[in-house]
């Protein structure tokens, strides 16, 4: 009997835990801003995408670079270069400072209890599920993750040396992990879910960290 007993209390305890152990979703506002007069950036076009020569780290600027550019080839843009480009990509990306809150969310345990009764003293154990048992309160630190492309025209900006931009798109997400990395796979995403486009408001985008698309940008180098 007390075999079957933890046999059981095992397998609950097994099944608590798996339940528990969810795939991570990243939340990402995106607004895309268009200019009017601009010509359609329609797949086709060729690009060349810019890096930041003053960027501090140089090696993640090349590594998001090769993203973009792999993004653009899915999309079907033309990759060419400086000299022949239609459009000029540029980006930007950062962390904002970090923003602690409380959060209260319930817990899931194991309870103990003693007692006497009619056959006499006794132990019993039980297991309680969220919702039914404590609640637990803890401060966490939140960050605003933010990305942003800028198009420009390319023959213009060669011909004049100023930009005129075309498309701008912004992406945001407020979460606990300041691994910019990492959550630079879900921005970029759900910016490119929008680019090109005007969408008038800020648009939502649940990406799932087994996202395939999240997971074929972790294997660009």
Known sequence: MKKFFWFFLLTILGMAMFGCASTRTYQVQVNGYTESAAPSLAPGASLFVLEDE??????????VKAKIEKLLTERGYLLVPYDRADYYLS????????????????????????GTGYYGTGVST??????????????????????????????????????????VGEAHSTGASSDLREVLNPLLIAAFEQFGMNTGRAVLANIKQNDPRVRGLERVP
Do not use: C, H
């Open 54 to 63: 003053k960027a501090q780290n140089p090696l993640l600027e090349k590594e």
């Open 91 to 114: 980006f930007s990306y950062g962390l904002g400072n970090p923003q602690t809150v409380s959060l209260t969310a319930p817990s899931w345990g194991i309870g103990w209890g003693f």
């Open 126 to 167: 039980g297991i309680y599920w969220p919702g039914w048992g404590p609640f637990s309160t803890k401060n966490q630190a939140l960050y605003d993750r933010w990305l942003r492309l800028t198009v420009a025209e390319g023959k213009y900006q060669r011909e004049t040396g100023k930009s005129r931009t075309v498309w």
